[in-house]
């Protein structure tokens, strides 16, 4: 469960940072991956429920817990996510022209989509941030040790190196 989790927030959080730039992937990329990030993000939330009921139903037993803190964060995030896919949604000019939906030009969603996208990127790097251990333990444990045991295999089936003795004879 640990190794998906790394591998799903990785993915999101090299998504985020991809569809952040639009200039680097243009505009229909940068929509379809913001479809594509929806169901990553419905994905993450689904691996992490029990969390998340957990700490909603103890929210106000523990005043000052990490646990508290990361509930806020992530609540603002997951506010920022929604107006940011709502707007964008709003703005497409091609997924939903290509399922057939046509909407009405409104320069409220051109205003919030830019805000909600600022406040998603700001909120992310929070929720990474107050995640931080976590993130370090699962990439030592699923990254950085098995990197580390090929190289410590790799070492030991080399073969040992040769010992030169040299005589020190003296002349008389």
Do not use: C
Not at 130 to 158: C, D, E
Not at 160 to 165: D, F, G, S
Request: hydrophobic share 55%; net charge positive.
């Amino acid at each position: 469960m640990n190794k998906t989790n790394l591998v799903l927030d990785f993915g999101i959080f090299a998504g985020l940072l991809v569809a952040a730039a639009p200039g680097l992937t243009g505009l229909p990329v940068h929509e379809w991956l913001g479809v594509a990030f929806a169901g990553a993000i419905l994905t993450h939330l689904l691996l992490h429920w029990k969390w998340i009921t957990e700490v909603a139903l103890h929210f106000l037993r523990k005043l000052f817990h990490q646990s508290r803190l990361q509930f806020v964060i992530d609540s603002a995030l997951l506010f920022a996510f929604i107006a940011v896919m709502l707007s964008g949604l709003m703005i497409s000019r091609n997924v939903l022209a290509f399922i057939g939906i046509a909407t009405a030009r409104n320069s409220l969603w051109n205003s919030i989509h830019p805000l909600a996208a600022n406040a998603t990127v700001l909120l992310a790097g929070l929720h990474f941030a107050t995640h931080w251990s976590w993130v370090v333990g699962m990439t030592k444990r699923y990254v950085q040790n098995p990197i580390a045991s090929v190289f410590g295999a790799r070492k030991q089936l080399q073969p040992a190196p040769i010992a030169v003795r040299t005589n020190d004879a003296t002349t008389h």
